[in-house]
């Protein structure tokens, strides 16, 4: 990779690969030259280690600062938590996104300068004691998948970006070459897919010593092409008409007119190379079976969030180590009566997304779902998972409302509900007003719902107990159902469709999808399977806008249940009863919101840059 460089004494960063480290040096960090700094071993790997850095928080990231579960339809948080660094997110769910709004992340900036640091790093990393050539050329292929990776997550959301791959423009270049304009959305796609096939082939798919866990791997490189690709080939960025006469400042279409049916072929190929590569280096869905050998789909799901890859969990594809101020977010999900911070919210629209324990949807008449009246007795299933109740296989307590009952297991795994099981507190939730869990203010669950998912049984927060977990960026079972929707938009009836939505959905502990059905309807059953599979993994918000379909989900209404109700009723006419469907809030979501806009800040700065339709 050929690079342009001109630099002198820089101000160097130096970060770890766990946290900041400090060192006693006579000269002053911002006055480290590149040779002093690459001819030493501690420098090299804290300089690589600030490469990485730019690589988003699956925890805090994905709920607060990318801010990504809650801007789509699956979480909700209170609007009295905007002033606490809440505000930007918020903002996105009310419609209020434009050039000049503020988001936490900003990659426009914040991503350009981790390439600029690799790109360095790149040019100057060399062999040193401790430090082979060996160990050169692999850190070289990391900082290149990162750097593919960076461009990846920008055009995921700005689509066309500034792009110059490999130069590090000089600190006193001329305007004509700092200020350049977009580059079409295609192009930089193809330079990600050669990239980061090429680098595949350069990186492990596993390293031997579990403390390189969350470096990049030949797998992740090869999954992150594929999911480049995947949105490529999406209504979003494929075709779609709102894009047609975005030009750059050379008049360049920024997007093709037409939509390229091939590209879904591209993107099927790119995840059958990924499934094939995974599955030969032993990564695979993560699975834990009851005593009569049967898959435990409870215990399988709920470890699946949170086993390390070291204890053979390798389903993590992409994973993150360190998650700053884990016990806080842990925290957030959970009821306030057990010392969480109670207002983190499920909505009921991710409630009845979840499929029926027959694997049917509650809108089916032969589901058996019901939205009256409560359980008489326990709900008991073959499972070793202790989250339903203080006898192990209890799934649902008799008294529970029956919208509730005979759920799939995922949605046990997901939501927490009135009359679920609190374990760590030996009793049931209380979300009726005048209970434990719950008091009329922004500390409960609005909507009458707090987030199990992702967070361990033996959380306490009260007690101050906490559990590690490792920040999961990508798993296997995007990578099986990524190839099932590419299958079946470029080769629809091949059979490998089913296979790999049936490994989701048999894992998951609900039957299999059966033949013969439609391409339209297999289309809409892997949209369904992925929402439910990935809730609250800051996944749902980008498939809406990739499929093109948020306006029908993110502009409208918002429910739950009656959060000021004080009495354990359905009656949907006594006012006070909280098991009755309540408007929640407004969703406010506009076309243009599709695409993130080009900060205002940076037209100002560079006026070859073009602003993103209806901006």
């Not at 009295?80 to 769910?93: I, K, L």
């Not at 600029?116 to 850190?139: A, H, T, W, Y």
């Not at 209970?435 to 007690?463: C, H, I, W």
């Not at 059905?517 to 990739?546: M, P, T, W, Y």
């Amino acid at each position: 990779m050929k690079t342009i460089y001109k630099i002198g004494i820089i101000a160097a960063v130096i970060f770890s690969f766990t946290g900041c480290k400090k060192y006693l040096d006579k000269m002053p960090d911002d006055q480290l030259t590149m040779e002093m700094i690459f001819n030493d071993k501690i420098r090299t790997e804290d300089w690589l280690a600030g490469v990485y850095s730019g690589i988003p928080n699956p925890m805090w990231g994905y709920f607060k600062d990318q801010g990504y579960n809650i801007m789509g339809d699956d979480l909700t948080i209170p609007a009295e938590w905007t002033p606490f660094g809440w505000r930007n997110v918020y903002a996105y769910t009310l419609g209020d996104w434009n050039p000049i709004s503020a988001w936490n992340p900003y990659y426009w900036v914040e991503l350009p300068k981790r390439i600029r640091s690799g790109l360095i790093f790149l040019e100057n990393v060399k062999p040193l004691p401790g430090v082979s050539v060996e160990d050169v050329e692999v850190m070289k292929a990391q900082v290149r998948f990162l750097i593919a990776y960076y461009y990846s997550l920008m055009i995921e959301i700005y689509g066309p970006i500034p792009f110059k791959p490999g130069v590090i423009e000089a600190v006193d270049a001329p305007a004509s070459e700092l200020m350049i304009t977009q580059t079409p959305y295609d192009s930089i796609v193809n330079w990600i897919d050669t990239e980061l096939k090429d680098v595949s082939g350069k990186l492990p798919a596993v390293y031997p010593d579990q403390h390189d866990w969350g470096k990049a791997t030949s797998v992740m490189a090869l999954a992150i092409r594929a999911k480049t690709l995947l949105f490529a080939a999406s209504p979003l960025f494929n075709g779609n008409p709102d894009f047609r006469n975005w030009k750059n400042a050379h008049g360049t279409n920024l997007f093709q007119a037409n939509a390229d049916p091939s590209k879904w072929a591209r993107a099927a190929a790119a995840y059958k190379e990924l499934i094939d590569a995974a599955e030969a280096a032993d990564y695979g869905l993560y699975y834990e079976y009851n005593a009569d050998g049967s898959i435990d789909p409870f215990m399988s799901y709920y470890n699946m969030s949170l086993k390390k890859f070291s204890e053979g969990n390798r389903e993590i594809i992409f994973g993150r180590p360190d998650q700053p101020d884990l016990n806080g977010w842990q925290a957030h999900h959970l009821p306030i009566g057990i010392g969480g911070n109670g207002g983190m919210g499920v909505t009921q629209e991710l409630v009845d997304a979840f499929y029926m324990e027959n694997g049917l949807p509650i809108t089916d008449p032969n589901s058996g779902y019901s939205e009256s009246g409560f359980s008489t007795a326990n709900e008991v299933r073959n499972t070793r998972w202790p989250g339903g109740g203080p006898e192990v296989g209890t799934v649902t307590m008799g008294g529970t409302y029956n919208m509730y009952v005979n759920r799939e297991p995922r949605f046990y795994v997901s939501v927490i509900f009135d009359n679920a099981w609190l374990g760590v507190d030996d009793r049931n939730v209380e979300f009726v007003q005048g209970g434990r869990d719950t008091r009329l203010s922004f500390d409960a669950p609005q909507n009458g719902y707090n987030v199990r998912k992702a967070v361990s049984l033996d959380v306490f927060p009260r007690e101050n107990r906490w559990v590690y977990q490792p920040g999961i960026l990508y798993r296997m079972a995007d990578a099986y159902l990524g190839y099932a929707e590419a299958l079946n938009e470029s080769d629809p009836g091949n059979p490998e469709i089913l296979e790999n939505i049936n490994l989701i959905r048999e894992r998951a502990g609900i039957p299999p999808l059966e033949q013969g059905l439609s391409q339209s309807a297999i289309r809409k059953a892997i949209q369904r399977e992925r929402r439910i599979e990935f809730n609250a993994e800051g996944v749902r918000i980008h498939d809406l806008r990739r499929w093109k379909i948020a306006d029908q989900y993110l502009n409208g209404q918002l429910w739950g249940m009656n959060f000021t109700g004080n009495v354990r009723s359905d009656d949907p006419n006594n006012p006070n009863a909280f098991f009755k469907r309540t408007f929640y809030k407004n969703r406010v979501f506009t076309n243009k919101m599709y695409l993130w806009p080009v900060p205002q800040a940076q037209i100002d700065i560079n006026p070859n840059l073009v602003q993103a339709p209806g901006y």
